[in-house]
């Protein structure tokens, strides 16, 4: 069975930085897209980026190019997601999805980006 | 980017009845299109992939249709663990890019 479950919530400063992490169970971990997305309070959702970690080479949405990171450690069947220079737009949900298709997600971190 | 145009944005609806939710891409897609369906505070489920098949174990009253720049989701008969808000995603180019959103209400 498939699970991804994701890293608590996390309280930040504006400016400052947050890695959000996402550990696989239930399949090959390599060989999945895994992908971050997030949802602003009462918002829609937002694709960020994804890597695969058998490629390692991720891809990023260009709104978030600069800012964001997105790394695998197969050794722990872990994502992260790491989103740098954080402004109060950046609180929100963030998701990890696996595959092309979305079709299993993380339960979703909470980011609070407030002075 | 490809941008995903949803509607309606939300509507009410009673158990029973048929509800159709459309999603108009900016260019063609081909076939690369997904619905989701959210429930407060839960994350997405994939229900729909590739326009029109249901993804395993998703009841048979959820469908889609469409190639190209127009697709449709319909229940056919509304239940009541369905109030839900559901989206649209292309996954034929990047960025990966979601529609506005639909919340179905009672």
């Known amino acids: 069975q498939v699970q991804l479950v994701q890293s608590g919530a996390e309280m930040k400063k504006p400016g400052s930085s947050v890695k959000v992490s996402c550990k696989a169970s239930g399949g090959a971990f390599s060989r999945y897209i895994y992908s971050w997305v997030r949802q602003a309070p009462g918002q829609g959702l937002e694709w960020m980026g994804r890597?695969?970690?058998?490629?390692?080479?991720?891809n990023y949405a260009q709104k978030f190019q600069g800012r964001v990171t997105i790394l695998a450690d197969e050794s722990t069947s872990t994502v992260y997601m790491e989103l740098s220079s954080l402004r109060s737009e950046d609180t929100a949900v963030y998701y990890c999805?696996?595959?092309?298709?979305?079709?299993?997600w993380g339960q979703g971190t909470l980011v609070t980006v407030s002075s | 980017d490809i941008q995903m145009t949803q509607s309606p944005s939300s509507l009410s609806a009673s158990v029973g009845d048929r509800v159709t939710i459309t999603c108009q891409a900016s260019?063609?897609?081909?076939?690369?299109l997904s619905w989701y369906q959210q429930k407060l505070g839960k994350a997405p489920k994939l229900l729909i992939f590739?326009?029109?098949n249901l993804d395993t174990g998703v009841p048979s009253r959820f469908s889609g249709s469409g190639s190209g720049t127009d697709f449709t989701f319909t229940i056919s008969s509304l239940q009541p663990e369905d109030f839900a808000t559901y989206y649209c995603l292309q996954y034929d180019n990047f960025p990966r890019t979601f529609g506005q959103g639909t919340k179905v209400e009672i």
């Open positions: 890597i695969t970690p058998i490629f390692a080479a991720p």
């Open positions: 590739d326009a029109s």
């Open positions: 260019q063609d897609i081909r076939k690369y």
């Open positions: 999805a696996r595959g092309d298709l979305f079709d299993y």
